[in-house]
């Protein structure tokens, strides 16, 4: 019960990504790429200081005792919020959406079937190969739907 409610919360994740990539499309393609990514860090970091300072227990660990190369994860966060309000205007939601997604889960096979960063290996298996050909085959079948509509 507990896995299925984490993939539940995890699904209203991907909701929630593709509608923020949606609504800063358009606000980059109008605002300003720069504009939005920043707009999306103020407020993103103003709601997530006050959830920290209300509701976050105490860690063994902080920000400053942790191992630098952790910190670099934040940057990751700016990749993808610039590249989806620069995409999403110029190819489309789901284009954008399902490109990143395939990008996201190729690292993660790659990731687990390696065991990076300090993750548990997880071998590549028929069924990890078939889920990065399906992917790329939604890729194509959104590109050739974009391209008939042009």
Same mark, same amino acid.
């Given at each position: 019960m507990?896995?299925?409610?984490f993939?539940v919360i =995890?699904?209203?994740?991907?909701?929630?990504?593709a509608?923020?990539?949606?609504?800063?499309?358009r @606000?980059?393609? #109008? =605002?300003?790429?720069l504009?939005t990514?920043? @707009?999306?860090?103020v407020l993103?970091?103003a709601?997530? $200081? @006050?959830?920290?300072? $209300?509701?976050?227990p !105490?860690h #063994?660990?902080t920000l400053?005792?942790? !191992?630098k190369w952790?910190?670099?994860?934040?940057? $990751?966060? *700016?990749?993808?919020? %610039?590249?989806? *309000?620069f #995409?999403?205007? /110029?190819?489309?939601?789901?284009?954008?959406? *399902?490109? *990143?997604?395939?990008?996201? @889960?190729?690292?993660?096979?790659?990731?687990?079937?390696?065991?990076? %960063?300090?993750? #548990?290996?997880? !071998? %590549?298996?028929p069924? +990890?190969?078939?889920?990065i050909?399906?992917?790329a085959?939604?890729?194509?079948?959104?590109?050739l739907?974009? +391209? /008939?509509?042009?």
């Amino acid at each position: 019960m507990t896995f299925l409610l984490f993939v539940v919360i =995890a699904l209203g994740g991907g909701v929630a990504l593709a509608t923020q990539s949606s609504i800063n499309g358009r @606000l980059g393609d #109008a =605002a300003g790429v720069l504009e939005t990514a920043w @707009l999306t860090f103020v407020l993103g970091a103003a709601i997530s $200081f @006050l959830l920290y300072f $209300f509701f976050e227990p !105490p860690h #063994a660990m902080t920000l400053f005792t942790a !191992p630098k190369w952790q910190l670099i994860g934040a940057l $990751f966060g *700016v990749v993808y919020i %610039l590249v989806s *309000v620069f #995409a999403v205007p /110029r190819v489309g939601i789901a284009a954008a959406t *399902v490109a *990143v997604i395939t990008g996201q @889960l190729s690292m993660s096979l790659l990731i687990d079937h390696f065991g990076w %960063l300090n993750n #548990a290996e997880i !071998p %590549l298996s028929p069924a +990890r190969y078939l889920s990065i050909a399906l992917l790329a085959g939604s890729m194509a079948l959104i590109y050739l739907g974009n +391209r /008939r509509k042009a």
